[in-house]
């Protein structure tokens, strides 16, 4: 199958994508006669950290599941001025870094994401907990509530959770 890309191997990257017509080798069809390839990088465990503009772009990936660069670009578009390309090459480093994993089906490059955003998020918090605040949780919370402070509906949720907690513990 004939392809836009290739996939070429380099020392200090495994997998760039080019642009010129190449033979794909990997590619293999499907039931409906497309062919399709997927590009993953192996799993980490600890992955690296992601800038804010990485993370608006997982935020995106998150909330559709499988995209296009497009689709990403369209969403982001709608909320600021930003290239098309600049997410391209975004979503590639993300690819790079094991954030992002892609499929190629019938040219259309397919991206989602490799760790749930739950994870991801809580990974993050207790990064900031203990860099920021020395492990101290209490001290996070106190930071947030005197710098940004509740809604009604956020204190009741929050007081709800506690509660919960409380009970899943007293229960052990």
Do not use: C
Request: proline share 4%.
């Amino acid at each position: 199958m004939w392809r836009d890309t290739a996939e070429v191997n380099s020392p200090t990257d495994p997998k760039i994508l080019i642009d010129k017509p190449t033979l794909v080798s990997n590619a293999t069809p499907t039931l409906a006669g497309h062919h399709m390839t997927t590009h993953s990088k192996p799993k980490k465990t600890d992955l690296p950290d992601l800038s804010p503009n990485q993370l608006e772009i997982m935020q995106e990936i998150w909330e559709r599941g499988e995209t296009t660069v497009s689709e990403v670009w369209e969403s982001l578009l709608s909320q600021r001025q930003v290239a098309r390309n600049t997410i391209l090459t975004l979503m590639d480093r993300l690819t790079q870094k094991g954030w992002l994993k892609r499929r190629v089906d019938s040219g259309v490059h397919y991206y989602s994401a490799t760790t749930a955003r739950k994870k991801t998020l809580g990974n993050m918090v207790n990064q900031l907990i203990e860099k920021a605040f020395g492990g101290s949780s209490e001290d996070m919370v106190l930071t947030l509530l005197e710098s940004r402070g509740l809604s009604k509906q956020e204190s009741a949720r929050i007081q709800s959770l506690i509660e919960q907690a409380a009970k899943k513990e007293n229960d052990k």
